[in-house]
């Protein structure tokens, strides 16, 4: 094995482009487990430690430009107005410890469905700066996840940043586990209002292949609020209009029986926390002071 | 490869590390200091919690080749750091929103030397004291990190609610006591750093 330790990045896209099958480690958190426990033995380690951008973010006019190496302890600290869903989600990520090393293109590059932020950055929507000596583009979010902890990187490509919309509107994130601490997600699911455009964004975690977005669900509901005059009259979402929302959710999950839980379950769940996500999220929209901030 | 990083205040040199090769191992193995324990090795368990450049982290999921050129603190020196601390910030904490200890402060402090092995080192940091006060520690192996967690707590939040001490210690499990001495500890801990703030 071979530690790299590039000192800018330019130097770093030069070493994976030299080696494409090194691995890039950040926070350590997925890739030192892989290795601790021999499930990996990578010909090439790549240290992203030193390039402190990728650490930093920029508030933008309309985007959050979130370094791919910033902590989850950082956006839970500092992010919370600009993108509330995703310091909900960060929350939930296991630990002090572990928030403080991992961050989101460590989620991206390991594309695990169970990977926390993915329902966050669906539903906020968002483009991910992918980089190779051949040159940067932008991965919208929707077509990043191509399998099972597979992603559309090239091989000789990092991820340098998310691009992520601020937050125009109230958003919630909601995950199911044993305990409030240090689990993997049963299922987890993510919903962004728009107010802007009139549409709503979800996301689904752990019930799918891949992290999913609720497409059904979200043209049910945005064509349902628009008909009833909902975004103008902020009155409270009929039941039957969130409880088909529900429903349709549930059956964008296409899950599988595992040690954390039934497929049964999870389709349930996620139905379940769907309704409950909408509902306070309108809640939000509804209220005076129209707060974004993440609640937890 | 060889790595070269600051351990409790002294410069340290480890050869001959391997390439997939831990923080944690390189602490426990290389250099002598097993106060760090290792138990799950995947970040589960909070055993292993080392501050690095002063954030607690789980000393198993850090490369030893990503330390080059920082500073790790493990509970062997955790009564000097927080002697030094008490120095900076009387009274303890950071209430002032200065957090945490400067970059210059600390490049300053040379820890003394103690001997992790016998555990001859002398004074305890006032954490460790109120840990064996409130009965906190049963079989003991969970209690490294536990420490050096609650140690960086009352650094920065000098006066945790409840809910606070348990989201900081909500990554270090322990399977003896069910965690209500430890946070007794926490809570005799913040009460005494308190008094000193005020007297």
Known sequence: ?296 | MRVNFTVNGRQQEADDVWEGESLLYVLRERMGLPGSKNACEQGECGSCTVRLDGVPVCACLVAAGQVEGREVVTVEGLADYARHREDAHPGGGCASGACGTSLDSAKRWQARPTDGRTGEAGELAPIQQAFIDAGAVQCGFCTPGLLVAADELLENSPSPSDQDIREALSGNLCRCTGYEKILDAVRLAAARQGEAARS
């Open chain 1, 1 to 296: 094995m071979d530690f790299l330790r590039p000192a800018s990045w330019e130097e770093a896209l030069a070493a994976k482009a030299e080696h494409p099958t090194a691995v890039p480690i950040a926070g350590g958190t997925d890739v030192m487990v892989e290795i601790n426990f021999d499930h990996r033995r990578p010909e090439y380690l790549l240290d992203l430690n030193r390039i402190g951008e990728l650490s930093e973010w920029e508030v933008g006019q309309e985007n959050v430009r979130l370094g791919a190496s910033v902590p989850y302890s950082s956006i839970m600290e500092h992010l919370r107005a600009e993108l509330p869903g995703l310091a909900l989600a960060s929350h939930t990520v296991a630990s002090p410890q572990i928030r403080n090393r991992g961050g989101v293109g460590g989620n991206l590059g390991t594309a695990s469905p169970a990977g926390d932020a993915h329902p966050a950055l669906l539903a906020a929507d968002c483009e991910v700066e992918a980089e190779s000596v051949r040159g940067k583009r932008l991965i919208p979010i929707d077509a990043f996840y191509t399998g099972v902890k597979r992603n559309a990187l090239e091989p000789d490509e990092l991820i340098r940043a998310v691009h992520i919309k601020k937050a125009d509107g109230p958003q919630q994130y909601s995950k199911v586990g044993t305990r409030n601490a240090m689990v993997i997600a049963v299922c987890a699911f993510g919903i962004a209002l728009h107010p802007e455009t009139r549409t709503v964004r979800t996301g689904i975690g752990s019930a799918a292949p891949t992290p999913i977005r609720a497409r059904e669900a979200e043209e049910f509901l945005n064509a349902a609020l628009e008909e009833g005059g909902f975004w103008e009259n902020g009155k409270i979402i009929t039941p039957s209009i969130a409880q088909q929302f529900a429903t349709l959710a549930s059956g964008a999950c296409n899950p599988i029986d595992d040690v954390r839980g039934t497929a049964k379950y999870r389709r349930h769940a996620v139905g379940i926390m769907a309704r409950r996500t909408l509902g306070w999220t309108w809640e939000q929209y509804r209220g005076a002071g129209r707060a974004l901030e993440g609640a937890a």
